[in-house]
T-cell receptor, first 115, second 114 residues
């Protein structure tokens, strides 16, 4: 069974600085998708960034980028120029590309932005 | 356009009661998912619909939980004989076809069983 592990329950970063959230996963599949979701206090899960496992190039979305290391099964999220609105729970997630459309989530990392 | 909506936003009930939670997916989305998020945890998969049929219900914890999607759009998650351990946020998501498509989440229903 696939698992997703986030080892940092909480992190803090100064506004305008850069922070990296860690994630590791376990799977025997070769084709899959990885995601980072943001969940603010409103509870709405918002997709931040997505990576297809077959792509070697790391995904980027404006201030958000990932470091995808397939062999190490590592998928970290880097947030540059942190803003107060980035404060939220961040979930790393996995989804098989070949079967089972469910998403498997980690336990999350709570990110605090210090003004 | 409108996103995924869920009603009610909050629900308080007593142990042993029956509850229904509703999800309105994005118009045209054939795939619909239910997840449960307990306090301090990530969401956990419950059930997945493709159209009107449940394609995967392996996440339903026991036979007190049931979900329907009779016309392939709105879905209702039904919980019988609620227990305090059922207290959680229930999230609904939809995607255009399933498979590789992005899942869009609703704001969830917070269920509290007293």
């Amino acid at each position: 069974a696939q698992t997703v592990t986030q080892s940092q329950p909480e992190m803090s970063v100064q506004e305008a600085e850069t922070v990296t959230l860690s994630c590791t996963y376990d799977t025997s599949e070769s084709d899959y998708y990885l995601f980072w979701y943001k969940q603010p206090p409103s509870r709405q899960m918002i997709l931040v960034i997505r990576q297809e496992a077959y792509k070697q190039q790391n995904a980027t979305e404006n201030r958000f980028s990932v470091n995808f290391q397939k062999a190490a099964k590592s998928f970290s999220l880097k947030i540059s120029d942190s803003q107060l609105g980035d404060a939220a729970m961040y979930f790393c997630a996995y989804r098989s590309a070949s079967r089972d459309d469910k998403i498997i989530f980690g336990k999350g990392t709570r990110l605090h932005i210090l003004p | 356009g409108a996103g995924v909506s869920q009603t009610p936003s909050n629900k308080v009930t007593e142990k042993g009661k029956y509850v229904e939670l509703r999800c309105d997916p994005i118009s045209g989305h054939t795939a619909l998912y239910w997840y449960r998020q307990s306090l301090g945890q990530g969401p956990e998969f419950l059930i997945y619909f493709q159209g009107t049929g449940a394609a995967d219900d392996s996440g339903l914890p026991n036979d007190r939980f049931f979900a329907v999607r009779p016309e392939g759009s709105v879905s209702t998650l039904k919980i019988q004989r609620t227990e305090r351990g059922d207290s959680a946020v229930y999230l609904c998501a939809s995607s255009y076809t399933g498979s590789w498509e992005t899942q869009y989440f609703g704001p969830g229903t917070r269920l509290l069983v007293l």
